[in-house]
C-alpha cells in the first residue's frame, strides 16, 4: 500500500515536470528519442545540385508536357478574352438555373459583404465604416456597360484597389457569380408593365419602400441633430486616412486611382465633357458627395459619393484638401 501511494506520488511530480518544461524557449535542436523520418538528406528549394549537369537541383517540367490541371488553352473560358484579346461579351458558359443559384450561393460568400445582397454596394461592411475604399453598386450605367469579361476578369485579376479573388474562386464559379450579378442587375431594372406579369402587389410593395425610405430619413435626422461638431484640417487628415480616400488621392503628388490632393485647390480642372472650372471650396464639396457629375478629365467615374458623412465631416475634408495647396 505504502508502494503505491509512492509510485503515485512519483509520477505525479514527473509530469508535473514535464508539463513544467513546456512553452520554455532554447537555442537547442528539440530531443528526438523516436526520430521516424524527421532527419533525412533532401534539397532545398533553388538549392545546389552537382548532380545534374547544370547543378540545379529543381527540375524543369519535361518538354511537351503539362501538369494535370493546367491545361488552360481557351482564353474565353480561363481569361474572357476572345483571339484578340478583347473582352468576351457573354459568358462562355451554359446558364443553367442550378449554375445561377450557385452563381448566388458564391456571391453571398465572397461579394456580399461589400457589394451588398442586392448588388447596390450597401455591404455591411461598408456601412460599419471600417476605413474600406467603398465598393461600387452594379446598378449604375458603367456596371452595366461592363462585359461579362470584363466582370469575370474583376474577380479573376482584381481590379483597380479591389484584389484578385482568383485563390478562393475557381473558374467555373467565377462565371457563375458573373450570371447572377447580370441577374441581380436585371432584378432592379424590371419595368413596370413586366412586373405586372408576375404574382405580386406592387402597390404593397411601394408602401413598404416608402415607410423604409422615411424610417432612414427619420433615422438621419435624428443623427444629425447634435452635429455642432468641430471643423479642422487635422480632423480632415484622420477622415482622409479613416474613409480610404488615401487609397485612390496622394498628397505629394503622385497619381494613384484618382488626381493627387497636392496643390489642387486653386487649379483649375478640364473635365471628361469639355468643361473646366477652379477648383474652389464648393467645387470640392460637390466633389466629394456627388462625384460622377463632372469627371476629371484622364481618370475613370469610380468614385463613390460620400453623402453619408456628416456635415462637419464634409467640412474638415474640404479643409484638409485646402491645406494642401500653397496658393
Ligand atoms: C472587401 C470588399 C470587396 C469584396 C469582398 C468584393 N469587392 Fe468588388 N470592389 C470592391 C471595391 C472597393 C471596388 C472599387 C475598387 C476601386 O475603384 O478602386 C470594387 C469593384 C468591383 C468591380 C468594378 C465595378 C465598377 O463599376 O467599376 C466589380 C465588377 C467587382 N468589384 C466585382 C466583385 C465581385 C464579383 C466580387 C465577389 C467575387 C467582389 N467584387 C468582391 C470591394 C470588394
Ligand atoms: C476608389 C478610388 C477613390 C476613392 C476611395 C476616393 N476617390 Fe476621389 N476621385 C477618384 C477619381 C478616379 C477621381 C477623378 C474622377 C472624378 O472626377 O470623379 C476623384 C475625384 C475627386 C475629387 C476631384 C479631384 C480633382 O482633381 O478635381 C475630389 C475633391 C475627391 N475625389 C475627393 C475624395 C475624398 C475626400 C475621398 C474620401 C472621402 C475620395 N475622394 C475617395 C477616386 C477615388
Redesign the pocket.
Known amino acids: 500500500m505504502k508502494l503505491a501511494t509512492t509510485h503515485i506520488a512519483v509520477l505525479l511530480l514527473i509530469s508535473i515536470l514535464m508539463m513544467g518544461c513546456r512553452g520554455q524557449q532554447t537555442e537547442n535542436p528539440p530531443i528526438a528519442p523516436q526520430q521516424n523520418m524527421q532527419f533525412q538528406e533532401r534539397f532545398n528549394a533553388q538549392q545546389e545540385n552537382p548532380f545534374f549537369e547544370n547543378n540545379m537541383s529543381m527540375r524543369m517540367p519535361v518538354e511537351g508536357t503539362i501538369a494535370r490541371g493546367k491545361m488552360r488553352d481557351n482564353p474565353t473560358v480561363y481569361e474572357g478574352v476572345d483571339d484578340e484579346g478583347n473582352y468576351v461579351e457573354e459568358n462562355p458558359m451554359d446558364v443553367t438555373k442550378s449554375f445561377l443559384y450557385r452563381g448566388k450561393e458564391r456571391y453571398d460568400i465572397f461579394c456580399q459583404a461589400c457589394h451588398g445582397g442586392t448588388g447596390d454596394g450597401r455591404g455591411i461592411i461598408m456601412t460599419g465604416q471600417y476605413g474600406y475604399?467603398?465598393a461600387p453598386t452594379f446598378h449604375r450605367s458603367a456596371s452595366y456597360e461592363m462585359t461579362d469579361g470584363e466582370f469575370y476578369s474583376a474577380i479573376a485579376n482584381g481590379i483597380?484597389?479591389m484584389p484578385s479573388y482568383a485563390t478562393q474562386i475557381p473558374v467555373e464559379d467565377r462565371w457563375a457569380i458573373v450570371a447572377y450579378v447580370r441577374a441581380l442587375q436585371r432584378s432592379q431594372n424590371i419595368p413596370e408593365a413586366e412586373l405586372e406579369d408576375y404574382d405580386i402587389d406592387i402597390a404593397e410593395l411601394q408602401e413598404e419602400y416608402q415607410a423604409r425610405i422615411a424610417r432612414e430619413e427619420a433615422r438621419a435626422e435624428a443623427m444629425a441633430v447634435d452635429e455642432e461638431e468641430e471643423v479642422s484640417a487635422e480632423i480632415g487628415e484622420a477622415?482622409?486616412t479613416r474613409?480610404?480616400?488615401n487609397?485612390?488621392?496622394s498628397v505629394d503628388g503622385s497619381r494613384?486611382?484618382?488626381?493627387?490632393?497636392a496643390n489642387?485647390y486653386g487649379?483649375e480642372?478640364t473635365?471628361t465633357d469639355g468643361t473646366s472650372q477652379i477648383?474652389d471650396e464648393d467645387?470640392?464639396y460637390e466633389?466629394?458627395v456627388d462625384?460622377?457629375v463632372?469627371?476629371?478629365e484622364g481618370?475613370?467615374?469610380?468614385?463613390?459619393s460620400?453623402d453619408y458623412?456628416s456635415e462637419s465631416e464634409l467640412q474638415s475634408?474640404v479643409e484638409?484638401?485646402k491645406a494642401q495647396s500653397d496658393n
Open positions: 475604399v467603398p483597380r484597389s477622415l482622409y474613409y480610404a480616400c487609397t485612390c488621392h494613384l486611382i484618382g488626381p493627387t490632393f489642387l487649379s480642372r473635365f477648383a467645387y470640392i466633389s466629394i462625384p460622377s463632372l469627371i476629371v481618370y475613370d467615374d469610380i468614385m463613390q460620400y458623412l475634408l484638409f484638401i
